[in-house]
């Protein structure tokens, strides 16, 4: 299962040249994100924060096939590339009118609100099998 958002690459996102600078391409990743949480599982992530339980970026990585311009409206397709008790690893593919320009990963660990690393499972039957649900569709 993946979902689809679009984003339209605004001027401040660009450089001198009409780029899009590299570093935006994590805050698409986390619009994205929220956007799959929200929607495929039907609960919002400030939702998930009021039961105490976080799961902050541990590890991003981006590969960069082509630029993505000023005004371009690109698509992000967003997959759950892991389940487990103890964390979540997502993936991404960039779109640019149909043309791959980008893949990216993230990974999350469930955590409590003090950081400390938590079994969801176990925490949290219920919200894990709504994430573990998603994940096999």
Not at 44 to 72: H, M, R, T, V
Not at 95 to 120: A, C, Q
Request: aromatic share 14%.
């Amino acid at each position: 299962m993946f979902f689809e958002t679009q984003i339209k690459v605004r001027y401040q996102e660009t450089d001198q040249m009409g780029i899009a600078h590299h570093s935006v391409y994590p805050v698409w990743y986390e619009e994205a994100r929220t956007n799959f949480i929200k929607s495929c599982l039907n609960i919002s992530y400030s939702d998930i924060e009021k039961k105490g339980i976080l799961f902050p970026l541990s590890k991003l990585n981006c590969k960069y096939i082509k630029p993505a311009q000023y005004e371009d409206i690109l698509t992000i397709h967003t997959f759950l590339k892991n389940v487990t008790p103890v964390k979540l690893e997502f993936e991404y593919k960039i779109f640019k009118d149909n043309e791959l320009i980008n893949t990216g990963y993230t990974e999350h660990p469930f955590v409590s609100k003090d950081f400390k690393l938590i079994n969801l499972k176990k925490q949290n039957l219920e919200l894990y099998n709504i994430i573990n649900s998603a994940y096999k569709n």
